[in-house]
């Protein structure tokens, strides 16, 4: 039984593009979370480490208790596990990887520039086949 036009086109509007996941989630975690991470890891200034320590900074001279510099101090692991948990969330045990070779690319960009964007490169691909449907 075949559906009419109009049921075709309504169900393909409801349903987001498979590239536009996958260009998400390869942009979000495999080079925001994991390439990005691994380079500023390799260079060893974190410009987010920077920025929450002033924020805890601030926030200790504003209103100077402890339970507010604690809650300052776990503030990045808990973004951290958030954006772990995202990328788990969106691509799986595939994605994962994806952000782990990421953040080798990262980290190699500094040692070895063709090994980096091998490695980038890899990682683009398995986020890309993370996000689509037909593989995992």
Known sequence: MRRSRSA???TRLQRPPMAGRSRKYIWQFTIGL??????????GNDPGDVVLNLLGKVTGDIY??????????IL?????L????????????????SVLIGYMAGLALL???????????AAIMTGYLATSRHMF
């Not at 100077?64 to 101090?73: K, S």
């Open 8 to 10: 075709r086109v309504q």
């Open 34 to 43: 994991g390439f990005l991470s691994g380079l500023w890891t390799a260079i």
């Open 64 to 73: 100077p208790d402890p339970a507010v510099r604690q809650a300052t101090l």
């Open 76 to 80: 990045p692991t808990v973004l951290l």
């Open 82 to 97: 958030i954006s772990v948990r995202g990328a788990y969330r969106r691509g799986k045990v595939p994605g994962l990887g």
């Open 111 to 121: 040692v070895s520039l063709p090994a980096s964007l091998v490695l980038l490169l």
